[in-house]
């Protein structure tokens, strides 16, 4: 079945067996709001300067997706959504190469935004598409969820047409391994022991050690950078992590990558979670201090530059 968006041609979601696979998708970019040709978005002053401060915090609302059965790894909608109002005006394009469970699509629909959004799971894209219709917004602007790897972005679109790269990648092959943090066991919680991971697709990032993960993840955002507007920003969300008692700096190893691969970094914001996390436990006391990965992650700002 196709779902077609409101009012043009384009399905709301597009696998690897329907049509439009691998071919070039006619969606728009273009602003349809009236604000000055040099502004960024399409804020008050009032609301920019909210957003100069460099650590932001959020809400999960009752549309987040928390079942990790649903989806392993999700932001909230609310940060999807400051994020694309600080970056884009109405109608402009906004791309997720790793969209899970539809975010930043449901954000995008909530502010008229056009959206594209890629997953290699097809369960994901079934997700996204179910939650857009469920969203019930009939604006002029569309989202489609499309089921390929990132690499293949560039089959879909047009240089210059993108104004926000939003996302957030799998974390390499970090959380490929059994959960045992205390606050699961607190909970009794269900994921205590299961392995988070997206798939064993050889393409997955989630299953690369970081080495494999940083190379291809620049192959990606390379392949991606043409297709941004000169100046238009890529925002990526990842934390470090913890792997047998060694920092893993995973924002180290991307702001090293994309700046080999043509990208600058602009701003390093950090997404505060105290107000979210769970019950956290004791670790390291008393010889062996660790901050919990879990209590902030970082959001790194890049741009394509002139
Ligand atoms: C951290 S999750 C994104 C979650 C999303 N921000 C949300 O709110 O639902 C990362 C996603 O990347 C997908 N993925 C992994 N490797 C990929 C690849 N090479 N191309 C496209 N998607 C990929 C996984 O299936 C997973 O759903």
């Known amino acids: 079945m196709i779902i077609k968006n409101n009012d043009m041609n384009l399905p709301r979601m597009i696998r690897e067996t329907t049509e439009y696979y691998r071919t070039n998708i006619a969606i728009n ?3 349809t709001c009236s604000c000055a040709p040099n502004s960024l978005n399409c804020l008050s002053g ?29 932001f909230p909608i609310s940060l999807a959504k400051k994020v694309i109002s600080l970056f884009t005006h109405e109608g402009e394009l906004v791309v997720d190469p790793f969209v899970g469970s539809g975010t930043t699509l449901l954000a995008a629909q909530d502010l008229n935004r056009n959206a594209v959004g890629f997953d290699l799971q097809e369960k994901y894209i079934d997700l996204c598409a179910k939650r857009l219709i469920s969203n019930n917004l009939f604006n002029h602007a569309q989202q489609v969820a499309i089921q390929d790897d990132g690499l293949d972005i560039p089959y879909y679109l047009e240089p210059n047409l993108i104004s926000l790269i939003w996302t957030s990648p799998p974390y390499a092959n970090l959380l490929n391994r059994k959960r045992k943090n205390k606050s699961r066991r607190d909970r009794n919680n269900e994921q205590l022991n299961k392995v988070e991971q997206y798939s064993q697709d050889p393409r997955d990032l989630g299953i690369m050690a970081l080495e494999e ?22 925002v990526i969300n990842v934390p470090d992590m913890w792997w047998e008692n060694e920092r893993i700096t995973i924002h180290v190893s991307l702001i090293n990558e994309l700046r080999k691969r043509g990208y600058e970094l602009r701003n390093t914001i950090i997404w505060d979670r105290t107000n979210i996390v769970n019950k956290i436990g004791i670790f390291g006391y008393p010889s062996n201090y660790i901050t919990m990965g879990t209590t902030f992650e970082y959001l790194l700002d890049f741009w394509r530059p002139v």
């Open 46 to 74: 009032k609301e920019w300067l909210k957003c100069q401060i460099g650590v932001w915090q959020f809400f999960y609302e009752s549309r987040d997706i928390r079942d990790k059965d649903l989806h392993p790894a999700t």
């Open 29 to 31: 970019s273009k602003r």
């Open 213 to 234: 993960y940083t190379q291809a993840i620049g192959n990606i955002f390379e392949g991606l950078l043409p297709l941004l507007k000169p100046k238009g920003h890529c």
